[in-house]
């Protein structure tokens, strides 16, 4: 069971006192009910939340990634575009959309954004052409039917990723087992590390203060990325921390499913 609060906090990147005023003014719903107690509890896993953004509500979801795309095309020859140009883009845990704003302003041409919530997309990114909005769809289901032809036939997809409560281990197994299922092509991504997932019941009220466990967590992710075939580019820092202060990391990861 989770606070309604604290979902939000961390779902949608807020202060604590941010959340709780957005719950009180009837703006977040659980089962299509409007919910106006912060304290309120409920299974992430089971009930349908949907958060009502306000006008002013801004996200630093794309001051995160940017940092991160500017790292990869640093990396790259003067003449070649990088890979969220030259293939479509898929965004999994979109939210609202921090990250695939950061995907157009660096000039993706056209970006799948997945997230399993309903109704909290940015509304102009959302009647954008080049957007392909997928909500209250689950990156541990992957599904073909989701996905047009130019997306099931591109040369190569280029994913970014932010997930909360939910470890990055079966994210990437997901996404893998249907790489090798239903595509013909790898792929690369910028996935977000966020440690305190990743051992969340060694935190300190949802923040990972101890430097050897992160480290540790950090060599188990790299041998678990390897057991799948996954190459790791590159660890980037987050263009900022989380809310609460956790550090994070971009793993910059390369598919090729030809050497699986």
């Not at 959309?97 to 995907?103: K, R």
């Not at 909500?135 to 541990?140: A, T």
């Not at 678990?224 to 202060?245: C, T, Y």
Request: charged share 30%.
């Amino acid at each position: 069971m989770m606070r309604l609060d604290q979902w939000l906090c961390e779902e949608h990147d807020l202060e604590l006192q941010v959340a709780r005023s957005y719950i009180l003014q009837g703006l977040v719903s659980v089962n299509g009910e409007k919910i106006l107690q912060a304290g309120r509890t409920f299974r992430p896993d089971r009930d349908n939340l949907e958060f009502r953004r306000p006008r002013d509500f801004r996200n630093r979801g794309t001051a995160k990634l940017r940092p991160a795309l500017q790292y990869i095309q640093d990396t790259l020859n003067l003449e070649e575009k990088p890979p969220w140009v030259r293939w479509p883009c898929l965004d999994i845990g979109a939210s609202h959309g921090g990250f695939t704003a950061a995907l157009l302003e660096a000039s993706a041409h056209r970006i799948y954004s997945l997230d399993v919530a309903y109704g909290i997309f940015d509304y102009e990114l959302r009647r954008r052409e080049d957007v392909v909005l997928l909500e209250r769809k689950n990156v541990r289901y992957l599904d073909p039917s989701w996905f047009d032809q130019e997306f099931l036939e591109a040369e190569g997809i280029f994913i970014v990723c932010d997930v909360s409560f939910l470890s990055l281990r079966p994210v990437l197994a997901s996404v893998v087992d249907f790489f090798l299922t239903h595509m013909h092509c790898g792929f690369q991504g910028l996935f977000l590390l966020k440690h305190q997932f990743e051992a969340s019941e060694q935190t300190e009220q949802g923040v990972l203060r101890d430097d050897e466990l992160r480290t540790r967590l950090e060599s188990e992710i790299h041998d678990f990325l390897r057991q799948r075939g996954l190459n790791l580019l590159a660890s980037i820092p987050a263009g900022l921390p989380g809310r609460k202060g956790n550090r994070e990391t971009f793993l910059w990861l390369d598919f090729d499913r030809k050497t699986v």
